[in-house]
């Protein structure tokens, strides 16, 4: 049995970070046919492989909905950022159908 250290990150505690360190156990499967091998300890707030506690998704969807930003949106803007460009999401843009009402 060894260990893995997860690091997810959480919700902020007013303004001070809070830094989750776990340290999980590995287990190995005894069974020759087990197509897993090795898994690791999970709890329902923090699953396998999860870099994010589900307590901070829910609070940053909530935050987007609040605002009116669809998820798709916010991915868009996140990209942007991490390529180096402008860190506002940008304005959403407004189509207009015109139709002409021309007798001929």
């Known amino acids: 049995m060894s260990r893995v250290i997860a690091r997810p990150r959480d919700v902020c505690r007013g303004m001070d970070p809070v830094v989750v360190c776990w340290v999980k156990r590995r287990w190995a ?3 020759e046919q087990c ?18 506690t589900t307590r901070l ?9 609040g605002r009116g930003i669809a998820l798709a949106e916010a991915a868009l803007a996140r990209r942007r950022v991490l390529a180096g460009g402008p860190r506002s999401v940008p304005p959403r843009r407004r189509t207009r159908c015109w139709i002409s009402r021309t007798r001929r």
């Open 29 to 31: 499967c005894e069974e």
């Open 35 to 52: 197509p897993r091998q090795t898994f690791t300890e999970s709890v329902p707030h923090l699953r396998p492989r999860c870099r994010i």
């Open 57 to 65: 998704r829910e609070q940053a969807g909530a935050e987007l909905a």
